[in-house]
């Protein structure tokens, strides 16, 4: 069950103003600019419903289907941790539904893996969003590919 509850700016690390414009109201596709960054961002973005215990993927940008290979209709209204592939560490996402249903943010390179079962190393920054009256509605996920050390 998630824990509703503020959290103070210093308990965690900020968003930044792309975050903060992306999520400002539920659904980015009801404002125009706010969609086209969405969508010409080449990272995953994803905003997660947060109103269920398994997290629904309520939003996706076109830079999931380049970095995951899922398209939009085959991961959205997926639980979250789908857009993580099949576990690598199952310990890393154990943390990240820590987070989901704690109501904090979470930040971690993590080896994710492709619809084609190919790993891809990502950064995974996840930041809660809340609404006026400190409810958690939804979180805002953003994975970037990092290069691979060899």
């Known amino acids: 069950m998630l824990t509703n509850r503020r959290l103070k700016m210093n308990e965690r690390s900020g968003p930044t103003l792309l975050e903060r414009h992306l999520v400002s109201t539920i659904?980015?596709?009801?404002h125009p600019l706010r969609e086209a960054l969405c969508q010409i961002a080449s990272d995953a973005i994803y905003l997660i419903d947060c109103s269920t215990s398994d997290?629904?993927?309520?939003?996706?940008?076109?830079?999931?289907?380049a970095i995951t290979g899922f398209a939009t209709d085959e991961i959205i209204h997926q639980p979250f941790p789908v857009a993580f592939g099949n576990f690598i560490d199952t310990t890393e996402i154990d943390d990240v539904i820590v987070a989901l249903e704690s109501g904090t943010a979470f930040r971690r390179s993590m080896i994710c893996t492709r619809k084609?079962?190919?790993?891809?190393l990502c950064d995974v920054k996840l930041n809660p969003v809340f609404d006026d009256e400190g409810s958690l509605i939804q979180f805002a996920c953003i994975q970037t590919p990092l290069p691979n050390a060899d």
């Not at 084609?116 to 891809?120: K, R």
């Open 55 to 65: 997290f629904p993927i309520a939003y996706v940008s076109s830079g999931v289907e």
């Open 116 to 120: 084609d079962g190919s790993p891809v």
């Open 27 to 30: 659904r980015p596709d009801e």
